[in-house]
């Protein structure tokens, strides 16, 4: 597709975001996929609220309960106009039974991304949007007793934005899409994908009824570009599935708040059948962007790449075909974006890696530019550090791929 249209396809906001971010003008073409910005967002950058972690294992070091609220990382990334974004951390602490105290928000922030012609590298957090639920749109029983919504309610992993503000979120435990405004309101009971159950969903007829294994979900939801169709991604396999390669793809109609009849299959790389969806972004009408990943961080990374998939083609076996963006473990940094190097880290200068578990954020930027963020999983993850024993921070990393024609 020419880059003309392409760009034309993007938002404003897309174009100025960009702008914001003071990454170096570059040409229209390359070769290799490098590395032209970086922005970190410390690991103990807490935010206000209630003392959280309480139901945590001490690790790399981070002493608990926790003081308020940590940002354990960005499961969902989208671009906000003006240099600005949304985040969204997921659940908290990764599982049902230990996040029951931490909050589920989405946090606007503003990168200073480093490129070859400066920037800080930092990350401002501005304000957040707390989840709730005054109204007792959801059925089932919360943790709080004032309807805030916790890390023991929802596993949120992916996030969508409308034009009037609403948001829509991809959940776990359901899985489940839950929609709120842009206060973060729950506005109708969260919606359940048709004979898909997770053995954390609250509808479980029985311990053995599940059919998609625990955080398995929607990690990755995309929003059409016409605002019309959410497509909501299933990270692993279904149980009963004879491929274990094979991930679902569903369409969801916004305006009849329904699932339609359209599916499509989508098999990881042979080398790892236990690969799951990191994050699933449109680029145009047609054509998609994902994140497929392994869960080994630092030096046992193997799987962290992107793939373009186009929703119009099919493999012979009636999977679609994908073809490969970046490989996130290799990415040309000439300029040293990433450099100078903090004491004990890896995977820094020329090539450049981005070796941590939970990589579960993508955005477009524009033609030529891809936005990824991590999932630190804290104080769990620690795959930057040689010596693997303080936490990962939550990056934010700027690739210019070849154009994604």
């Known amino acids: 597709m020419p880059i003309e249209r392409l760009l034309r396809s993007l938002t404003l906001s897309s174009v100025a975001a960009l702008t914001a971010c003071s990454s170096p003008q570059q040409p229209k073409a390359a070769s290799e996929p490098t590395l032209v910005g970086r922005a970190i967002l410390p690991a103990d950058a807490y935010q206000p609220g209630p003392p959280s972690g309480a139901f945590l294992t001490a690790d790399n070091g981070v002493t608990l309960p926790l003081p308020s609220q940590p940002i354990p990382g960005f499961s969902a990334i989208l671009d906000a106009g003006g240099g600005e974004f949304w985040a969204m951390p997921d659940n908290g602490f990764g599982t049902k039974t230990n996040s029951s105290d931490f909050l589920l928000r989405i946090y606007r922030i503003r990168p200073d991304f480093r490129t070859a012609k400066g920037g800080s590298g930092t990350v401002a957090v501005l304000r957040f949007v707390q989840l709730s639920d005054p109204d007792g749109k959801v059925p089932f029983a919360l943790t709080r007793s004032d309807r805030v919504l916790t890390g023991a309610d929802f596993d949120i992993e992916s996030v969508r934005r409308l034009e009037n503000g609403d948001f829509w979120f991809g959940d776990e435990f359901g899985p489940f899409l839950l929609h709120t405004d842009a206060e973060g309101k729950v506005l109708e009971a969260p919606i359940s994908l048709p004979n898909v159950q997770s053995p954390q969903n609250p509808y479980l007829s029985g311990p053995e009824a599940w059919t998609l294994g625990q955080s398995r979900g929607f990690e990755g939801t995309a929003l059409s570009r016409d605002g019309k169709w959410l497509y909501p991604f299933i990270e692993g396999a279904l149980r009963t599935d004879s491929d274990p390669r094979r991930r679902i793809l569903n369409q969801f109609d916004l305006a009849a708040r329904s699932y339609t009849d359209k599916k499509w299959s ?117 795959g930057r550090w040689i010596a693997r024993d303080r936490p990962d921070d939550t990056e934010l990393i700027i690739i210019r791929v070849p154009p994604l024609r």
């Open 266 to 382: 989508y098999r990881v790389d042979a080398e790892f059948p236990n690969a799951v969806i990191g994050d699933f972004t449109a680029l145009d009408d047609e054509r998609f962007v994902l994140i497929e990943r392994d869960d080994g961080q630092g030096e046992q990374a193997r799987l962290k790449k992107v793939y373009l998939v186009d929703l119009r083609h099919v493999d012979a076996e009636g999977f679609l075909e994908k073809q490969l963006v970046v490989d996130l473990l290799r990415i040309r940094d000439p300029d040293g974006v990433s450099l100078p190097a903090r004491p004990g880290e890896f995977g820094v200068g020329d090539p450049f890696s981005f070796p941590l578990q939970s990589v579960e954020s993508l955005e477009v930027l524009d033609g030529e530019r891809l936005l990824v963020a991590s999932d630190n999983n804290f104080p769990g993850n620690d």
